[in-house]
Structure formats: C-alpha cells, structure tokens
C-alpha cells in the first residue's frame, strides 16, 4: 500500500520492493488511494494496481456523508476489505501511517484475515502532528491500535522506531529495524553512469570537483538542496544558512556557493520572496548565489552533477535522497534530523558535514566546513561508499523484508 506515486521518498521505497520481490514467492499487488505520479512508469508489468473509487463517482448522499468526520477512512476501509477478499491476499504491507489508518481500521479487523506487516517511516511523535492538522489524538489513538494488531512492525530507522515506542506505546521488541536500501546500479544508471557493475563499483572512489570559473570569475561549488518545500523541509533554515555567511566567508581560497533547490511546494514563493529580500542587487549574496529549479525528474541526475547535497530537514526517516548521493560520490551536508543520524557507523568514520536541526547558524557553519576541505568531502565519500555497501544493500533488505512478510 501507498499513498501515491509521486516521487517521495517512501514511494521510491515501494517501487523498489515490488521491483526486487522474488516472484516465485510473491504475486505482487499495489493499492494506491491516489493513482498518480511519474513512479508509476517504473512498476514492472506483472504489478497489479488497485485504487479505491474516486469521490466524483459517488451519489450526491455519499459525497453529503462524507463530511461527517471519519466516514471517509471507513469507506475506505471497508473498500480494502473487499479487495482483499476478492484477489484472496496473503499478506498486507502496508506503508506510512496514511495506509495503516485503512489497512488496521477497526471497522474490518474482523474481516481482513490477512497477515499484515506495518511501515513506519518517520518519527511519529513528530510526523503526525506536522501532516495531519485535525483529529490528531484520535488518530493517534487509531493507529496505535492498528500497530498493536499488526503482525510486524518495521520502522526505517533507530529514531523512527524509538519514537512508535514512546509515542504509540508499542512493545520494543515489536518494532524490526530495517534500513532503506538504496539500488546503487539503478540509481548510477537514472543518473547517467556507466551500466556496468564493475566500472559502476570502481566510480564509487572520491570524485573531484567540478566547480569552475563562473562569468563574474568567481569559483563556486554547485550545491544542490532536492525535495518538497515545505516548512519540515527546512528550506528556510538553507537560505538563513546563507544570510548567516554575509562578512564571514574567506576572500580567497574557498570556492563561494551556487544553491540550486530542486523541488516544489507551498513555501517556494516564501522561499524566493525571502532570498529576494536578502540578497544584493545583483541577485547573489556575497558571491553565493541560488536558484530554483522547480521539480525536476530524476533528481538524481542534478544530484550526479552538483559538487553536493544539502539536506536541512527538520526531521526524517531515513531519507532516499542522502543515499543516493552516497550512491553518485556526491559529499553531504546533513542536520542531524532523525533517522538521518543512522547513516553514519560510527564517530570516526564520517559521512556527511553534520548541522543542528532548526540551526542556521549551525547549517551555515557546516556549509564552510564542506567548502573549505576538499580533502574531507573526498573522505566523506569513500566512508559512505563503504556504509552503503554494509547496511544499505538492495538484497539484504528485501530479504529481510520478504522474510518478515511470509512471517
């Protein structure tokens, strides 16, 4: 189960599970309550997809009775049950808290006999309140139920794990860490590498910048900050990072910034007001400039060619987007935001130029740090080469995640 196609990281997730399922074990089936987004062009053909009837389909009653608080959620509950007892499934994944809420209603725990595998994806102490503006303790309340009936629950992460614990009241020993992989070859390939393994392993070496001389003869390092801009995002907290630099960066000897925000949302034209304001006339800010973008598919191709990425998240899972620049030897810059904190091993064994969440101050500290060691960035990258390759490996997870779903 999924919310949607369109491109998040828990989506990207999806995809890849129903692409790498062994198909002699499973007959894969998709349930999405909104069937839409470019990830659908990447479902192999043997995928079934099922989608709960769209409101504009319903009587003038039904569409009345809808706004009656939790009509919705039972229909759609009730929905599943059928389709589940129609195409006689085995065994329900069902990802994000958006799905739980249907997959474990109530309404249908008698009815649905399928065994059923939750996902959390994000811390929910945190999550929950930020997404879902309404009813937010009785849903709290519903879900807790939904995950204590499940018969696996998998968090993403050490920190989204410990926050269901605490926040929903689950046992511990309930609650299976299984880290997001990330399908390296896959993600070289969508980015324009070399398709063979060997060559693919051998580029995963630390790369060399690429930032030149730009038409006003500064050097910068193309950076670039991917995702949907919205306030948890951090967006913000990137271009305060930069205000912050105004007086302290060196004249000479570190290359200046070139931010390109790839993405879109209901903050960007906050976001652009506020650069607007801050910046020269000139459009940059003392030689840093921005960008942005708009939505761009795939990302990873403006990943592969940025000197790095930027992640000034509030709070996350485990976010794709830091794996895929592991994947691409693209240096990070990361708050240490969640479930994020898991993706490196140890104190001295780096991967990204880590930040405070919430902290320009401390973001705009890590951006200096990151552009004024290049020796470091290139040991930031074999260190996450090498974490990949460890915990990250598309196999070991879907055969965890396999095992877990045949119980």
């Known amino acids: 189960m999924a919310t949607s196609m369109r491109g998040g990281g828990s989506e ?3 995809a890849l599970l129903a692409r790498h399922l062994p198909r002699d074990r499973f007959d894969v089936h998709l349930y999405l309550t909104h069937r839409v987004g470019e990830l659908l062009a990447e479902l192999p053909d043997d995928v079934t997809i099922h989608s709960p009837t769209p409101a504009g389909h319903r ?3 039904q569409r009345l009775a809808d706004r009656w608080p939790g009509t919705i959620l039972r229909r759609q509950a009730a929905e599943f049950a059928e389709l589940v007892r129609r195409e006689r499934v085995d065994v329900v994944y069902d990802r ?5 809420l249907i997959a474990g209603h109530p309404f249908i725990r008698d009815v649905v006999t399928a065994r059923r595998v939750s996902t959390i994806v994000s811390p929910p102490h945190v999550a929950l309140p930020m997404v879902e503006k309404r ?3 009785a849903k709290r309340r519903l879900l807790r139920g939904a995950y204590l009936r499940s018969d696996a629950v998998i968090a993403v992460s050490t920190a989204a794990a410990d926050s269901a614990v605490k926040y929903y009241g689950l046992p511990r020993d309930r609650v299976i860490v299984v880290a997001n992989p990330v399908d390296v070859e896959r993600v070289r390939r969508l980015a324009g590498f070399p398709e063979s393994t060997e060559r693919a392993r051998s580029s995963l070496r630390p790369r060399v910048d690429t930032a030149g001389p730009s038409a006003d003869g500064l050097v910068r390092l193309r950076l670039v900050c991917v995702g949907r801009m919205t306030r948890e995002k951090g967006q913000v907290d990137l271009i305060e990072a930069v205000a912050r630099l105004r007086g302290r960066w060196p004249e000479t000897g570190v290359p200046r910034l070139a931010i390109r925000f790839v993405g879109d949302g209901p903050d960007r034209e906050t976001l652009e007001r506020r650069w607007h304001e801050i910046s020269d006339a000139d459009g ?3 030689g840093h400039v921005v960008e942005f973008a708009g939505v761009i598919s795939p990302a990873v191709s403006e990943i592969a060619r940025s000197d790095a990425l930027v992640l000034p998240s509030h709070f996350e899972g485990m976010p794709n987007v830091v794996l895929e620049a ?5 240096p990070v810059v990361a708050t240490r935001s969640g479930g994020t904190t898991d993706l490196e091993s140890e104190a001295g064994k780096p991967t990204c130029f880590w930040a405070d969440p919430a902290s320009p101050d401390s973001l705009a500290e890590a951006l200096l740090a990151m552009a004024g060691d290049p020796t470091e960035r290139a040991r930031h990258v074999a260190e996450a080469a090498e974490l990949v390759r460890l915990r990250h490996g598309v196999e070991d997870a879907v055969n965890k995640i396999g095992e877990i779903l045949l119980g």
Do not use: K, R
């Not at 994000?96 to 739980?100: L, S």
């Not at 592991?326 to 693209?330: D, K, P, R, T, Y």
């Open 12 to 14: 990207h997730q999806v």
């Open 326 to 330: 592991f994947a691409l030897g693209v």
């Open 59 to 61: 009587g003038l009653l």
């Open 284 to 286: 940059s800010l003392d």
């Open 96 to 100: 994000a808290f958006h799905n739980t």
């Open 135 to 137: 009813f937010v303790a």
